[in-house]
């Protein structure tokens, strides 16, 4: 006697599809968090490595390297410097950060950019400088991609083009998910962290040479990094190795996670900042800074300004201690206004 095997109906495979779905849609965003997770694991872990970074780098040249080297596209109040380097203080980390290889390539006594004026809205830079021997090596190699510098949550461009922003006309430069924390310049005016007072300066600036002793508000009250991202509204983002113009670093102060708002829009785009010098980053709520101890903390998106600046300055006489992990203290978030020349009102 023959038997009969009997398969699923229509309806029972339309019923297990159907849990098979629900499950799948419970379980993505798990998967999804587990993943940011783990990117963002990853990417407090490179902003530790920074911080040490720089504590080597301290030990050796008995300083703090400066945010920008002898940039070309600002001018300062006196003679500007005869030598031109447009160089960002990470190029001089490289070796400290399991980056040696790259660092040999570079010529020190040569710049990494060709900034040597202004390049936007009639400012004038350096141009008592000059750039000096041949640029050009140091230019290409600042296209290349360092995973160091690099968020894993972050999936905006990774190199940035444009005559006010490229290494060399035809050249791309890699970008940073990571910046000093430096007050912004003055558009045109280079050495503003020498004319400021030990009480408001941050912990570096261009041609800065703050030491470990100048931090009288203590290392662990005082921001040394802080993440930033690859999008920019009225600008591009910050390379690794040189400045492009108006970047001197990443000034908490602008607030954290302030999203360009796109013309005819009333929704932010989120991961792109509304202006230069900002911090930001694709971690929901908030962003990672490193203080000078090299410990990393996360902070919200709404703390309160004055917290903020009081992180940013380093000798200002108002260590916050365990405040700023306190949750209560979240208040207004300053918002700087800017256009879309590359300038803020």
Request: contains cysteine.
């Given at each position: ?34 993943r ?12 530790k490595q ?19 080297v002898?940039?070309g ?20 980390l ?20 060709d900034?040597?004026?202004?390049f ?9 400088g000059v750039?000096?021997?041949?640029f050009?090596p140091n230019?290409r ?6 995973d ?19 290494p ?16 912004r310049?003055v ?12 009480a ?25 990094f ?21 970047q ?17 829009s009333?929704n932010?785009a ?28 996360f ?8 917290t903020l600046?009081?992180l ?13 992990m ?6 207004d ?13």
């Amino acid at each position: 006697m023959r038997s009969h095997r009997q398969g699923f109906t229509l309806i029972e495979l339309l019923v297990v599809i159907a849990i098979i779905a629900v499950l799948v849609a419970l379980l993505l965003p798990a998967v999804q968090q587990a993943r940011e997770a783990a990117r963002r694991s990853t990417c407090k872990s490179k902003l530790k490595q920074l911080g040490l970074a720089m504590h080597n780098y301290h030990d050796t040249h008995t300083l703090f390297v400066p945010s920008a080297v002898s940039l070309g596209w600002c001018r300062l109040s006196g003679p500007g410097l005869p030598n031109i380097q447009n160089k960002n203080g990470l190029a001089l980390l490289l070796p400290y950060v399991d980056q040696a290889p790259i660092y040999n390539q570079l010529n020190q006594s040569a710049a990494h950019s060709d900034q040597d004026t202004g390049f936007c809205c009639g400012y004038t830079g350096n141009t008592d400088g000059v750039l000096g021997i041949d640029f050009i090596p140091n230019a290409r190699l600042m296209g290349t991609f360092l995973d160091i510098f690099s968020c894993p949550s972050d999936n905006g461009r990774q190199v940035e083009t444009g005559s006010a922003y490229g290494p060399a006309p035809g050249l791309n430069g890699a970008m940073t998910n990571y910046d000093f924390s430096s007050s912004r310049s003055v558009l045109g005016d280079c050495d503003y962290w020498q004319k400021q007072s030990t009480a408001v300066r941050f912990i570096v600036g261009h041609n800065s040479n703050s030491k470990m002793g100048s931090v009288t508000d203590g290392t662990s009250n005082t921001i040394m990094f802080a993440e930033t991202t690859r999008e920019i509204a009225n600008g591009d983002g910050v390379p690794w190795g040189y400045r492009g113009w108006g970047q001197s670093g990443a000034d908490v102060t602008g607030g954290l996670n302030v999203w360009d708002i796109p013309s005819g829009s009333t929704n932010p785009a989120v991961g792109v900042l509304n202006s230069w010098g900002q911090v930001g980053s694709l971690h929901t709520g908030g962003a990672h800074i490193t203080l000078a101890d090299g410990s990393v903390r996360f902070i919200s998106e709404n703390i309160n300004y004055s917290t903020l600046l009081n992180l940013a300055r380093m000798s200002d006489g108002n260590p916050i201690g365990k405040i700023l992990m306190d949750s209560t203290y979240v208040k207004d978030v300053v918002r700087l206004p800017s256009d879309h020349d590359g300038r803020s009102l």
